[in-house]
């Protein structure tokens, strides 16, 4: 059974795309297997806090233009709004004010929305709403259904965000919200967890057995907004069940701020949308990394190495394997007095990295997906100088262990020693303020137990 919506949702705190940049996005959507965008940013203060406000002509005239480019490229374009943090469930002319909001929203062409309860307190704000009902679902599900009663001789659609979006969802407020709606009406999921490491096709049938229809899964990858604003994510699309296609209504992938960047991952979602049961995570990254960078195999390879150092995610929260693995393996081999050997391997890994850097720092003058990257590149860039600066001092040290005191060359390599210390100790300290984030903390980790093992000669 295929999705009825393969989507985007604009759905992230920070500041919202440009129209620019959401009709290319639409654009692409349309090449590469999605049939849906949600136009829902949080920071829109018209979506959420200033919902009763109907959006100026101008606004209205954007968005139309984005309607009429989804219909070129086969992409339903729909919008969202958010009114639970101040909306009065009980208040009759609450409903016409959101009504008279989407009624223009329906005049340009829009024939889906959504009706957002998430990310407000769990319980009734107002007095009224208190009196008039029992439970926050039984509120939910009368407003909701209103409006949809008023949508459904129109033709259109609702989904509504309920404000229990993931966990478990064998909640009584969720089969009541379940029970009371319209199956009609699309209920959101986020899954196990917001930003969910896996969906298993189990824990999506536990959840349509509540809900009583098939969900529709907003997926939070690759979002990397509030906490997450440092992580880059474009690692493939993993941990979702092969047979989401006939349990889901629809999946909705919540990309970055950064629109461009957000492509990579959204390549590998659009094969995964395709058919689930067949999908290649690897397979599917290279492809969209070849086709993003014009098939240049020397940028698809330097990518790959910030992918690798850029590697925590919702979906691999672990620090990142490869660093991890080439600063264990120097280790080791050091700890096995093969220092020369290990010394080596270090070297070749960081000259991996310098060469990477240098490539995607050329590259980004003319992909935009590399331009959307550029702070990311930067901060592998200065990470790539750090470690450079640590393996110096390390073979600095090993050379004044060796240096008899008499020599006329030590009293310069103490020099050397003493500036190459003072670089990696300004570094580390520096790199606390660092805005972005790659490399993990592995790499502080081994820069610091180089400092520190200078410690004595430095006395």
């Not at 980004?364 to 592998?380: F, K, N, Q, S, T």
Request: glycine share 8%; charged share 25%; aromatic share 10%.
């Amino acid at each position: 059974m295929a999705l009825v919506w393969r989507g985007v949702v604009e759905g992230f705190y920070g500041r919202p795309w440009t129209h620019e940049q959401r009709l290319d996005t639409i654009d692409w959507l349309g090449r590469h297997h999605f049939n849906a965008y949600l136009y829902a940013p949080k920071d829109d203060p018209l979506h959420r806090d200033r919902w009763r406000e109907p959006y100026p002509p101008e606004a209205m005239r954007r968005f139309e233009e984005l309607v009429r480019a989804g219909r070129a490229s086969g992409v339903e374009w729909m919008v969202a709004i958010s009114p639970g943090l101040s909306l009065v469930y009980s208040d009759p002319a609450e409903l016409d004010r959101l009504w008279a909001k989407l009624e223009a929203f329906v005049g340009i062409g829009v024939r889906a929305f959504g009706l957002f309860f998430d990310d407000i307190p769990p319980a009734l704000g107002h007095e009224e709403d208190r009196r008039a009902y029992a439970t926050l679902a039984e509120a939910q599900a009368d407003f909701a259904g209103r409006l949809w009663r008023r949508m459904q001789p129109r033709g259109l659609q609702l989904m509504v965000c309920p404000t229990h979006y993931c966990g478990d969802p064998d909640v009584p407020y969720l089969r009541e919200l379940g029970e009371r709606l319209d199956p009609a009406v699309d209920l959101f999921w986020t899954g196990p967890a917001v930003c969910s490491r896996e969906v298993p096709d189990e824990h999506a049938r536990r959840v349509a057995e509540v809900m009583r229809r098939p969900p529709l899964l907003w997926d939070n990858y690759p979002v990397n907004d509030a906490h997450m604003a440092p992580e880059l994510h474009i690692g493939p699309y993993t941990g979702r069940g092969a047979h989401l296609d006939g349990i889901l209504r629809g999946i909705f992938a919540n990309p970055m701020n950064q629109p461009y960047a957000s492509r990579l991952a959204l390549f590998t979602i659009g094969r995964y949308l395709q058919a689930p049961s067949r999908y290649d995570p690897e397979q599917a990254w290279s492809e969209g990394a070849r086709q993003l960078l014009g098939g240049d195999e020397a940028l698809v390879q330097a990518l790959g190495t910030l992918a690798r150092c850029a590697s925590i995610t919702p979906l691999a929260p672990e620090e990142p394997p490869w660093l991890v693995g080439l600063f264990r393996r120097f280790e080791e081999l050091t700890g096995s007095f093969h220092f020369e050997e290990g010394l080596r391997e270090l070297q070749q890994g960081i000259a991996e990295l310098r060469q990477a850097y240098a490539a995607l720092r050329q590259g980004a003058e003319r992909h935009p997906v590399l331009a959307d990257m550029r702070p990311w590149i930067e901060d592998m860039g200065r990470w790539t100088e750090l470690l450079e600066a640590a393996v110096d001092l390390i073979v600095t040290d090993g050379a004044l262990s060796w240096m008899g005191d008499a020599s006329a060359d030590r009293q310069a390599l103490q020099r050397r020693f003493a500036e190459l210390r003072e670089r990696v100790r300004s570094g580390l300290k520096e790199s606390v303020d660092w805005p972005t984030r790659t490399c993990g903390d592995t790499a502080r980790a081994f820069v610091q137990h180089v400092l520190r093992r200078s410690v004595a000669r430095s006395g």
